[in-house]
């Protein structure tokens, strides 16, 4: 079984800086994308930062420049260093990733449980 759990969410005033972070762990073959997404009140999961294995990441436009994405291979895990936050990009904050648990088994989609992200004076 494959597990994704994030870390690193809170409280933050306007104009400061958080880290995330979301190490998988279980059956694991090959992971291919690695990424974060973003659910706001009332709001649909939006993508912020994707990292497809070996390239580069890609963000959504309203990261870009303030958010930057990571990801440590070796530790299975997938990084989000947040800064110049705004009350805008409150939201829960969900890790992704694509895996394939099995060598023979088809890639699957994987969520963690979601950490909360509140930018607030």
């Known amino acids: 079984q494959v597990q994704l759990v994030e870390s690193g969410g809170g409280l933050v005033q306007p104009g400061g800086s958080l880290r995330l972070s979301c190490a998988a762990s279980g059956s694991i073959f090959a992971i291919y994308n690695m990424g974060w997404y973003r659910q706001a009140p009332g709001k649909q999961r939006e993508l912020v930062a994707n990292?497809?294995?070996?390239?580069?990441?890609n963000y959504a436009d309203s990261v870009k420049g303030r958010f930057t994405a990571s990801r440590d291979n070796a530790k299975k895990t997938v990084y989000l260093q947040m800064n110049s936050l705004k009350p805008e990009d409150t939201a829960v904050y969900y890790c992704?990733?694509?895996?394939?648990?099995?060598?023979?088994?088809?890639?699957?989609?994987?969520w963690g449980q979601g950490t909360q992200v509140t930018v607030s004076s």
């Open positions: 992704n990733a694509v895996i394939r648990g099995f060598m023979a088994s088809p890639p699957r989609d994987y």
């Open positions: 990292i497809i294995s070996g390239g580069a990441p």
